[in-house]
C-alpha cells in the first residue's frame, strides 16, 4: 500500500457536477491541488453521457411538471422560475469559460432548439393556455408563443402534426432561447481546463473507503482497477459527485449528515432514430403532459439531440428497474445501501408510493407495440423500422427522513454537507446538470464560509448576477439571457 502527500481537494466522480466544482475552484483559488478519482477509464461515462440524460438544458420553458395546476385551476410558476434562473446562473459561468478561451469551442456543448409543450385534449388544451398566460409576460419567458392552429404548429414541427385527426384538440407554446445540451462535451471541456492547469485525474480508481483523520483531514482508501493496488490519499476536503454511487460514499464517510437518507433507483429507456428525413421535420424539444398518477419522471417528450454535430431524435422516458445504482453498478447495489437508520424511511417510502410501484410494474411489462404507441400520440407518421432503443442512465431518487410520514420521496437533488465543511456530496437527480453551476455554488458557501467574502468579486465577474434576483429584474434578465446568448453563439 502506498501514501500519497495530501491534496486541497479530492473529487469523487468523473461527472459534470465534479467537473464543475472543479472549475469554480480553479478560477477561485489557482494555487489549490486538486485530484479527481473516477473508477470507469475515463469521465461522463454515467449520467454525464450525452445519451444517458435529456440533454434538454432544463430551464423549465417546456417541462410542464415545474407548473403544476393548484386546486383552484390557477397555475403555481414558482418552480419553474427557480430552475430558469438557476440555469441561467450556469449559462454565465459557461459563457465566462468561453469569452476567457478556457472552453473553445461553444458549439461542441451547446446548440440553440426551440423548447415546445405540446398538448392534446380539451381539458389539456385549457391547461396550457393557462399555463402560458402565466409565463409570457415573465423576463425569464420572454419570446414564447401559444397556438392551438394545427397550421401553426406544422409550422413549428411538422411531424407531430401530420397523419393527425383534424378533429383533435391540440395547442402547444414555443419558445427560440432554449438549447440542447450534450453533457458530455461539456463535462469534457471543464475537465480539460482544469487538468490543464494542474489539477490531477485519476481514472480506474475505485473509492472503497473515507475516513475523517484527527486533523480533519480525510483519508481516502482506493483500489486501483489496473493491477489492483491499494492506495491511500489525504485531502483537505472531499466532494462526492460520484450520481448513484453518491449514497454509499456518504455512508462509508460517517458523517451524521447523511443519517436517513436512502435512494430509489429507476432505470429508463428511449426510443432514438437518426434517419436524417426524420430528423428535419422535428427539430425542437416537445414536452408533453404525463398521464394521470405517473411520477414526474415521466414526463414523455419528443427531442432533438445534437451530439458530435450530428442531430437525431429521441422519445421517451419509459421506466423500468434495476436495484443498480450506477448504469455500470452491481445488483447488490439497493440492498448494500440499506442501513438502520434509512430502513423505516424507505419502508414508508414503498408504503406510500403504490402508484409509482405499480407505474413501473407496468413500464416494465409493456411490450414494444405499447411503447411505440406512445410515440405515436407525438408522432402520428412514425414507423417502427425507424426507431430503436437505448437504456439511459440510472437514476437514484432521494428518500429522506420524514417525522410525520416516516419518509418522502423526492425528484430533486438534495446537497449533503458536514458540520466542519470538509466533506460533501450530492444526491438526486433532475434538474441535476443544467444547474449544476448554483448547486455548486451552494457547496463553496456552505463548506468554504471563511473565503465567501473574498471570492465574491471573482464570481461576479464570472456570473454577474450573483447574489441578484434575475427573475426580479427585468432589465437584468434581459441582459444576461442577450449576453450568454452571443458568448456561447447560440444564434
Request: glycine letters at 8%; a positive charge; hydrophobic letters at 40%.
Given at each position: 500500500?502506498?501514501?500519497?502527500?495530501?491534496?486541497?481537494?479530492?473529487?469523487?466522480?468523473?461527472?459534470?457536477?465534479?467537473?464543475?466544482?472543479?472549475?469554480?475552484?480553479?478560477?477561485?483559488?489557482?494555487?489549490?491541488?486538486?485530484?479527481?478519482?473516477?473508477?470507469?477509464?475515463?469521465?461522463?461515462?454515467?449520467?454525464?453521457?450525452?445519451?444517458?440524460?435529456?440533454?434538454?438544458?432544463?430551464?423549465?420553458?417546456?417541462?410542464?411538471?415545474?407548473?403544476?395546476?393548484?386546486?383552484?385551476?390557477?397555475?403555481?410558476?414558482?418552480?419553474?422560475?427557480?430552475?430558469?434562473?438557476?440555469?441561467?446562473?450556469?449559462?454565465?459561468?459557461?459563457?465566462?469559460?468561453?469569452?476567457?478561451?478556457?472552453?473553445?469551442?461553444?458549439?461542441?456543448?451547446?446548440?440553440?432548439?426551440?423548447?415546445?409543450?405540446?398538448?392534446?385534449?380539451?381539458?389539456?388544451?385549457?391547461?396550457?393556455?393557462?399555463?402560458?398566460?402565466?409565463?409570457?409576460?415573465?423576463?425569464?419567458?420572454?419570446?414564447?408563443?401559444?397556438?392551438?392552429?394545427?397550421?401553426?404548429?406544422?409550422?413549428?414541427?411538422?411531424?407531430?402534426?401530420?397523419?393527425?385527426?383534424?378533429?383533435?384538440?391540440i395547442a402547444a407554446t414555443k419558445i427560440d432561447s432554449g438549447t440542447?445540451?450534450?453533457?458530455?462535451?461539456?463535462?469534457?471541456?471543464?475537465?480539460?481546463?482544469?487538468?490543464?492547469?494542474?489539477?490531477?485525474?485519476?481514472?480506474?480508481?475505485?473509492?472503497?473507503?473515507?475516513?475523517?483523520?484527527?486533523?480533519?483531514?480525510?483519508?481516502?482508501?482506493?483500489?486501483?482497477?489496473?493491477?489492483?493496488?491499494?492506495?491511500?490519499?489525504?485531502?483537505?476536503?472531499?466532494?462526492?459527485?460520484?450520481?448513484?454511487?453518491?449514497?454509499?460514499?456518504?455512508?462509508?464517510?460517517?458523517?451524521?449528515?447523511?443519517?436517513?437518507?436512502?435512494?430509489?433507483?429507476?432505470?429508463?429507456?428511449?426510443?432514438?432514430?437518426?434517419?436524417?428525413?426524420?430528423?428535419?421535420?422535428?427539430?425542437?424539444?416537445?414536452?408533453?403532459?404525463?398521464?394521470?398518477?405517473?411520477?414526474?419522471?415521466?414526463?414523455?417528450?419528443?427531442?432533438?439531440?445534437?451530439?458530435?454535430?450530428?442531430?437525431?431524435?429521441?422519445?421517451?422516458?419509459?421506466?423500468?428497474?434495476?436495484?443498480?445504482?450506477?448504469?455500470?453498478?452491481?445488483?447488490?447495489?439497493?440492498?448494500?445501501?440499506?442501513?438502520?437508520?434509512?430502513?423505516?424511511?424507505?419502508?414508508?417510502?414503498?408504503?406510500?408510493?403504490?402508484?409509482?410501484?405499480?407505474?413501473?410494474?407496468?413500464q416494465v411489462l409493456a411490450s414494444r407495440h405499447a411503447k411505440f404507441?406512445?410515440?405515436?400520440?407525438?408522432?402520428?407518421?412514425?414507423?417502427?423500422?425507424?426507431?430503436?432503443?437505448?437504456?439511459?442512465?440510472?437514476?437514484?431518487?432521494?428518500?429522506?427522513?420524514?417525522?410525520?410520514?416516516?419518509?418522502?420521496?423526492?425528484?430533486?437533488?438534495?446537497?449533503?454537507?458536514?458540520?466542519?465543511?470538509?466533506?460533501?456530496?450530492?444526491?438526486?437527480?433532475?434538474?441535476?446538470?443544467?444547474t449544476a453551476v448554483p448547486i455548486m455554488l451552494t457547496v463553496l458557501?456552505?463548506?468554504?464560509?471563511?473565503?465567501?467574502?473574498?471570492?465574491?468579486?471573482?464570481?461576479?465577474?464570472?456570473?454577474?448576477?450573483?447574489?441578484?434576483?434575475?427573475?426580479?429584474?427585468?432589465?437584468?434578465?434581459?441582459?444576461?439571457?442577450?449576453?450568454?446568448?452571443?458568448?456561447?453563439?447560440?444564434?
Amino acid at each position: 500500500m502506498s501514501t500519497q502527500p495530501p491534496i486541497d481537494v479530492a473529487l469523487i466522480g468523473g461527472g459534470v457536477m465534479s467537473a464543475t466544482l472543479g472549475a469554480l475552484i480553479k478560477q477561485l483559488q489557482p494555487d489549490w491541488t486538486i485530484t479527481i478519482f473516477e473508477r470507469l477509464s475515463d469521465v461522463a461515462r454515467e449520467s454525464s453521457n450525452p445519451w444517458n440524460n435529456a440533454g434538454t438544458g432544463h430551464s423549465a420553458l417546456c417541462e410542464l411538471n415545474y407548473t403544476p395546476e393548484k386546486p383552484d385551476g390557477t397555475i403555481e410558476i414558482s418552480s419553474a422560475v427557480k430552475v430558469n434562473e438557476q440555469f441561467q446562473i450556469s449559462r454565465q459561468f459557461w459563457a465566462h469559460l468561453v469569452a476567457q478561451g478556457l472552453m473553445p469551442d461553444p458549439q461542441a456543448f451547446i446548440n440553440p432548439v426551440p423548447h415546445m409543450s405540446f398538448v392534446w385534449g380539451e381539458a389539456n388544451v385549457v391547461y396550457l393556455r393557462k399555463r402560458f398566460e402565466a409565463l409570457k409576460d415573465h423576463p425569464l419567458f420572454a419570446g414564447m408563443e401559444y397556438s392551438e392552429d394545427a397550421a401553426v404548429i406544422r409550422k413549428w414541427a411538422p411531424a407531430m402534426i401530420d397523419g393527425r385527426l383534424k378533429s383533435e384538440k391540440i395547442a402547444a407554446t414555443k419558445i427560440d432561447s432554449g438549447t440542447d445540451i450534450d453533457f458530455g462535451a461539456l463535462t469534457n471541456g471543464l475537465f480539460d481546463y482544469i487538468t490543464d492547469n494542474g489539477a490531477d485525474l485519476r481514472t480506474e480508481h475505485t473509492v472503497t473507503g473515507l475516513r475523517q483523520q484527527p486533523d480533519g483531514s480525510w483519508r481516502i482508501r482506493l483500489k486501483q482497477e489496473v493491477g489492483m493496488t491499494r492506495v491511500d490519499v489525504s485531502a483537505r476536503f472531499v466532494f462526492v459527485g460520484a450520481g448513484g454511487g453518491a449514497l454509499r460514499l456518504l455512508q462509508k464517510s460517517g458523517i451524521p449528515e447523511a443519517r436517513g437518507f436512502g435512494g430509489f433507483p429507476v432505470s429508463g429507456q428511449f426510443l432514438r432514430t437518426d434517419n436524417p428525413e426524420l430528423v428535419a421535420r422535428h427539430q425542437a424539444k416537445a414536452y408533453g403532459k404525463a398521464a394521470v398518477g405517473s411520477p414526474p419522471m415521466s414526463v414523455p417528450h419528443l427531442d432533438t439531440r445534437i451530439v458530435d454535430g450530428k442531430a437525431s431524435l429521441m422519445f421517451g422516458p419509459y421506466a423500468g428497474f434495476s436495484p443498480k445504482f450506477l448504469k455500470t453498478g452491481s445488483w447488490l447495489d439497493l440492498v448494500a445501501s440499506v442501513r438502520p437508520h434509512n430502513l423505516l424511511p424507505m419502508l414508508a417510502v414503498g408504503r406510500d408510493n403504490l402508484d409509482l410501484t405499480w407505474y413501473l410494474v407496468k413500464q416494465v411489462l409493456a411490450s414494444r407495440h405499447a411503447k411505440f404507441a406512445a410515440l405515436t400520440e407525438f408522432m402520428p407518421n412514425a414507423k417502427p423500422e425507424d426507431w430503436y432503443e437505448i437504456t439511459a442512465g440510472q437514476r437514484v431518487q432521494v428518500i429522506k427522513k420524514d417525522d410525520k410520514k416516516g419518509g418522502v420521496l423526492q425528484f430533486g437533488t438534495e446537497v449533503v454537507t458536514s458540520a466542519d465543511g470538509t466533506i460533501a456530496g450530492l444526491l438526486g437527480a433532475s434538474p441535476g446538470a443544467s444547474t449544476a453551476v448554483p448547486i455548486m455554488l451552494t457547496v463553496l458557501e456552505r463548506c468554504f464560509p471563511e473565503h465567501i467574502a473574498g471570492w465574491t468579486p471573482t464570481i461576479k465577474k464570472m456570473i454577474p448576477s450573483y447574489g441578484k434576483a434575475l427573475a426580479e429584474n427585468a432589465v437584468l434578465a434581459r441582459k444576461t439571457i442577450a449576453s450568454t446568448k452571443k458568448a456561447l453563439a447560440i444564434t
